[in-house]
């Protein structure tokens, strides 16, 4: 006789699950939620059926794999929606890439990661594999950097035991010396970089959202290639970054806040 779940625990797996799933471009099958998750095989397969029938993930019949559903997507624009600061920096957003050529990004700290709240895609063939909703590490991200360099230290340490430092590419920082190193270099200059460290051929540049109280609650990116953003140009395109902050900042009726 199989031993009854609490519901806690049912609840806990089936956000385990939507979060594995979404993590795999490609979904997963009841096999590989099971083995991933250390959930059995027959508890999966019930939290399975139910997040299916509720549409919260969807069921390819052809290979068994377990994709995200559309319901997700309408609670993420209705959690989009209360965003106060991606409705405020969208304008900026959109001159900035009219400035520049790049695609622009808005990101916010959530938990340990990254998260892209808003999107201006730049015109042109060249298209970044980003999205709406994507979660980024902080170690090999501009975004991730700026959004942790005004942080305190102990603050910053508890992301690095949570997330490591997982080697995207040849350059992506590994060690926490030369992490911490690098967030004092952020704050020094005003703006982080990625260069290369989280995709090859791609480099990134980003700055800080302060609220009127000195804290960063969000970081305006730009993204590129290497070609599109020159070395030569990044001191140049972070002082029109800086500027669309200062003006997201300034346009606000009230403190900035990121909820």
Not at 10 to 22: K, N, P, Q
Not at 32 to 50: D, F, G
Not at 137 to 166: C, M, N, W, Y
Not at 184 to 194: K, L, P
Request: proline letters at 3%.
């Amino acid at each position: 006789m199989p031993v009854r779940e609490s519901p806690s625990i049912a609840v806990e797996r089936a956000f385990a699950i939507l979060e594995a799933t979404a993590g795999q471009n490609g979904g997963l099958t009841n096999a590989e939620i099971s083995r991933q998750l250390s959930i059995p095989k027959s508890s999966a397969s019930y939290i399975l059926r139910t997040l299916v029938r509720g549409g919260y993930l969807r069921r390819e019949s052809a290979s068994g794999r377990y994709r995200l559903g559309l319901k997700l997507l309408n609670l993420g624009r209705g959690v989009l929606a209360g965003y106060e600061l991606r409705e405020i920096a969208v304008a900026a957003m959109r001159n900035l890439v009219e400035r520049t050529g790049l695609t622009s990004h808005l990101a916010v700290l959530d938990r340990s990661e990254a998260v892209y709240i808003e999107k201006v895609e730049a015109p042109g063939f060249i298209k970044m594999d980003t999205w709406v909703g994507r979660r980024m590490f902080v170690h090999s991200t501009s975004v991730g950097k700026v959004l942790v360099a005004h942080l305190p230290r102990p603050d910053v340490e508890a992301i690095i035991r949570e997330q490591g430092f997982k080697k995207r590419t040849a350059k992506t920082i590994t060690t926490s010396g030369r992490f911490f190193a690098e967030l004092a270099r952020v704050r020094d200059q005003g703006y982080a970089v990625d260069d290369e460290e989280n995709s090859i051929g791609a480099r990134c540049l980003a700055v800080p959202v302060f609220d009127d109280h000195g804290a960063v609650v969000a970081a305006i990116g730009l993204s590129g290639t290497i070609s599109q953003l020159e070395s030569e140009n990044i001191p140049r395109v972070a002082e029109l970054a800086r500027e669309a902050a200062r003006r997201i900042s300034r346009q606000a009726t009230r403190p900035i806040s990121a909820h």
